[in-house]
């Protein structure tokens, strides 16, 4: 992902693409005494500087002393980690009004008006640049603001090296968030529901899974002082990042759930060998084929064996077809186009329209449930699918990483891994049909 400037389009010239920026995290806080002593006095130095200046009048009230602090904390948590990249990369800040002033109970306790003051502080002193104001691109969408360290900065913030192993990661108030529908951007918004027995469940769920997670033994091999690098989304991969979220989709409870918010979700799949797991390498074990099946469940139709993606035989076009399928099965109506990036995987002379009367032939049972728009009920599912066999593997002492169909286990694991995800899908479809496989992390 990079971050394209409004300028990087302005009269057919084209501006160089910039690094993508690292998303400010603002559960970012100080893991020891040292170090949080050490942000404290930067704090202390900012508001020095502010009443030398005369920029403010009044003393801020108690609650907003205690916002300030927080907010120095954060935002010095997150420029250590940035350094630590090694990289060009600039911190990606909230500005926009709905983050900054949130008005509801799960209000961050980082944002506010002394998040904005900490930040034109440390600009006034020096200590950090701020780059691109964030602006609007959409009615809904809005590129951020960046900001980067300065070299002063490395006089009030240990910075040569990068100490990142002192900083962590609080676990996050909120592990359940329903989200609206995508708009023509793709970003979809938060929604503020009310607490009920069902939500207060998820959460509970949630919650289990990540106590269990927080004490585990889970590193990544390779990364020294300034090791650390970004991965999907701006997001920085490091062993600290294991606090699980869950995340309901087009407002409502009986779509989605998948999990998000670890390290190990951002790392391309070629840089999950580098996970140890109890100082083990780590197997991925996974549900093969799962969507098409769970709609076998759903039309109460036997679980055919095989490769259902495997329409040609041989394997020829299986990602096409992975494609095309999974497309059908979110589609709100009969698809007009081919989904992104899947005609390349067909032979020539085939065209949408055979492709998808090839998968209906070859799976008949399901045909009828193809364009019905039933992509995030079946992601709901699967997503209850992996709660229950990662509540189960924790009950056992298991860890296990979660992928949206699979888990991330130590070696040693694998078996019973593969036997309670097993037993999990043999609950809910009623079929012994064998659809559990292991890969090894080399």
């Known amino acids: 992902m990079f971050d394209v400037s409004a ?29 949080r002593a050490t942000i404290r006095r930067l ?27 927080a907010a120095v904390e954060a935002l010095a948590c997150n420029l250590v980690l940035l350094k630590a990249t090694g990289s060009d990369s600039k911190l990606a ?44 691109i959409s009615a809904r969408s809005k590129m951020p603001s960046l900001i980067e360290p300065q070299e002063r900065l490395a006089e009030h913030l240990p910075l040569t090296p990068p100490e990142w192993r002192a900083v962590c990661q609080l676990a996050d108030r909120v592990v359940i968030i329903l989200k609206e529908g995508k708009d023509e951007d793709g970003n979809a918004a938060s929604i503020d529901y009310r607490e009920t027995a069902r939500s207060r469940k998820f959460a509970n769920q949630v919650r289990r899974i990540n106590a269990f997670l927080r004490d585990a033994d889970i590193e990544v091999v390779g990364q020294d002082d300034s090791g650390l690098s970004l991965g999907r989304n701006g997001q920085i991969i490091a062993p600290y990042r294991r606090s699980l979220r869950r995340i309901f989709n087009n407002g409502t409870w009986l779509h989605g759930g998948r999990l998000a918010g670890g390290f190990w979700m951002s790392m391309a799949r070629t840089e999950r060998p580098r996970i140890r797991i109890n100082g ?12 098409p099946r769970l709609a076998y469940v759903r039309a109460r139709a036997p679980q055919p064996e ?32 081919w989904p992104e990036d899947t ?10 329209r055979t492709a998808i009367e090839m998968l209906a032939a070859k799976h008949a049972p399901i045909a009828h449930l193809f364009g019905k728009g039933l992509g995030f009920q079946l992601m709901r599912i699967e997503s209850d699918m992996l709660i ?18 699979a888990v991330l286990v130590a070696e040693a694991h694998w078996s019973v891994a593969k036997q309670t995800m097993q037993a999990v899908f043999q609950r809910w479809s009623s079929s012994p049909c064998a659809i559990v496989s292991v890969k090894f992390h080399e």
């Not at 300028?7 to 170090?35: I, V, Y």
């Not at 704090?43 to 916002?67: C, I, M, N, P, V």
């Not at 083990?280 to 969507?291: H, I, K, W």
């Open 388 to 405: 229950e066999v990662l509540t189960e593997l924790s009950a056992a002492g298991v860890i296990a990483l979660p992928l949206h169909d």
């Open 93 to 136: 800040v909230p500005r926009s009004h709905a983050v900054i002033w949130q008005g509801n109970a799960n209000a961050n306790s980082v944002f506010g008006q002394p998040f904005l003051d900490a930040i034109e502080l440390m600009s006034a002193m020096g200590l950090i640049a701020e780059g691109r104001r964030g602006y609007r």
């Open 306 to 337: 095989g490769d259902l993606y495997d329409v040609f035989g041989s394997g020829t076009g299986r990602d096409g077809c992975k494609k095309l399928m999974n497309a059908l099965l979110f589609a709100q109506g009969p698809l007009k186009n």
């Open 280 to 291: 083990q390498r780590v197997a991925e074990v996974d549900y093969r084929q799962l969507f």
């Open 43 to 69: 704090a202390d130095t900012l508001l020095a500087h502010e009443a030398a200046s005369g920029s403010r009048k009044r003393a801020r009230k108690q609650t907003d002393a205690t916002k300030f602090y």
């Open 343 to 352: 005609n390349r995987y067909f032979p020539d002379g085939i065209n949408l």
């Open 7 to 35: 300028d990087h389009f302005k009269h057919g010239t084209h501006m160089p693409l910039q690094p993508q920026p690292m998303m400010f995290d603002s559960q970012l806080r100080a893991k020891g005494a040292e170090l």
